[in-house]
């Protein structure tokens, strides 16, 4: 420990420790910021994480010095040049892509030939990012080069005291952390180590080589589909209808909308659309799971509970319409990756035209935080550019939580006010919320069905 925190302290060692803690820091309190809002930013979350990065820092710093000694220096500048390189990388990333670094992302790269690279250059690139790698380079070059006019080696008593301290805080952290994951909390755990950048790409990294990561599964389910479309070639529609519009929503409640009896006018348009005989209202439906993935599995595929073949293994709903002569477009303001979105990726690749508000952001993190009204000029520009028979899904971000942020601040009508229930302040604001976003919802159904008000749909 002695030759270790003597070596540490002296430049351009200690620069590099100290430089490399902050811009990490930093990364991630603009990362939680861009994801989360000021919400999240709180001082001690602040001091958590700061406490976080300087340990695995020093750990890792720890590491590198056990096993290069004599090329220490360089392995330690080499290391500081990759951690630089990654935070400009998610800098990226968040500011362009909306999401943090992925193995959607990191398949693209690896699957993107030099014409692609150069359109997606000329697409993304803005000034900004070449300032940020200057004041980078700048950043580098003066920590590498700044010197300490004199520094003095720690005491034996710092040493011991520094050691104790050190091992005390490494041996309780690494502790929680395999708790965390020997109790089926391992997400937790990844989360906190991933505040330090480099675990967090490695974790990304081992994730896509691994063989059971959603980019695999979906490939073996469109091998399932491709089966599954091979075997029904001869089915045919006895009738055609020009457009079929198939809306998907998200953590809707019918007893909170007006149109099924609720007290406040959450639906006026449907009302409207149910009055005038253009909808119809049903009753008795009953959705076949309790969750997103495992409803749409069965909805988006002709697969049922009595079923003993996995849902993959049967027609979905866009081959079935491909099969009988339709176009077909999946459009989205929902995740394109992640687990969770396994089902309706799969599905949506079946698709002629697939759009997505965001092609990277994953459920966790940016998916979904533009309003759904962003899809409707790419609804009616898909319209214009498809066939005479059409089949559209159209999956809504809905009312998903965070309700807030699921309406512009035009459609804020409902607040905690309106609401007589016995509810507490915060518990009221937070219902207001989602009204409003039943609200919004209600308008952006109503503008896809003017959409195709005037055709066979």
Aim: with cysteine.
């Amino acid at each position: 420990m002695t030759k270790f925190f003597n070596t540490i302290i002296k430049s351009p060692f200690i620069n590099i420790f100290v430089v490399t803690t902050l811009v990490m820091f930093i990364a991630n309190i603009y990362k939680i910021y861009f994801f989360e809002g000021t919400d999240r930013i709180a001082l001690m979350h602040m001091a958590r994480s700061l406490t976080t990065i300087f340990l695995l820092n020093l750990v890792i710093t720890h590491v590198l010095y056990l096993l290069s000694r004599g090329l220490f220096k360089g392995l330690y500048l080499i290391y500081a040049l990759i951690i630089f390189i990654l935070c400009f990388i998610n800098f990226f990333t968040l500011t362009s892509l909306k999401t943090d670094i992925n193995i959607a992302i990191i398949d693209s790269v690896l699957h993107t030939n030099p014409d692609e690279a150069g359109e997606f250059f000329q697409t993304f690139f803005e000034a900004k990012y070449l300032v940020v790698a200057i004041l980078l380079c700048i950043i580098f070059y003066a920590m590498t080069r700044y010197k300490r006019s004199s520094t003095k080696e720690f005491s034996r008593k710092t040493i011991i005291v520094l050691s104790v301290i050190y091992i005390a805080f490494a041996a309780v952290f690494f502790t929680k952390s395999a708790m965390r994951i020997s109790s089926n909390k391992a997400d937790r755990a990844i989360s906190k180590l991933s505040e330090h950048i480099l675990i967090n790409y490695a974790f990304v990294l081992k994730k896509y080589l691994l063989d059971d990561n959603f980019l695999a599964s979906n490939k073996q389910i469109l091998k399932d589909y491709d089966v599954s479309k091979a075997a029904n070639q001869n089915i045919k529609a006895e009738q055609k209808v020009a457009n079929v519009v198939f809306v998907i929503g998200e953590s809707l409640q019918r007893n909170e909308m007006s149109v099924y009896g609720f007290g406040l006018p959450t639906t006026p348009n449907l009302m409207a659309l149910k009055q005038s005989g253009n909808a119809i209202i049903y009753t008795d439906t009953t959705a076949p799971d309790t969750y997103t993935n495992g409803s749409l599995s069965k909805v988006l595929n002709f697969s049922n509970y009595e079923s003993k073949e996995p849902w993959s293994k049967s027609l979905n709903i866009v081959d079935m319409f491909s099969l009988v002569g339709y176009k077909t477009a999946w459009i989205s303001n929902q995740s394109n990756i992640g687990g969770y979105s396994t089902t309706q990726k799969s599905v949506a690749d079946r698709s002629d035209i697939t759009f997505f508000t965001q092609k990277f952001a994953s459920a966790t993190n940016y998916a979904g935080r533009e309003t759904d009204g962003i899809l409707l000029p790419e609804i009616s520009k898909i319209k214009q550019s498809l066939g005479e028979s059409n089949f559209y899904i159209i999956h809504l971000m809905g009312n998903h939580f965070k309700y807030d942020l699921r309406y512009p601040k035009d459609f804020a009508k409902f607040t905690a006010n309106d609401l007589q229930n016995k509810m507490n302040p915060g518990q009221k604001e937070s219902f207001a919320w989602y009204l409003n976003s039943v609200l919004y919802n209600d308008y952006v159904i109503n503008e896809i069905y003017k959409i195709f008000k005037d055709d066979e749909a």
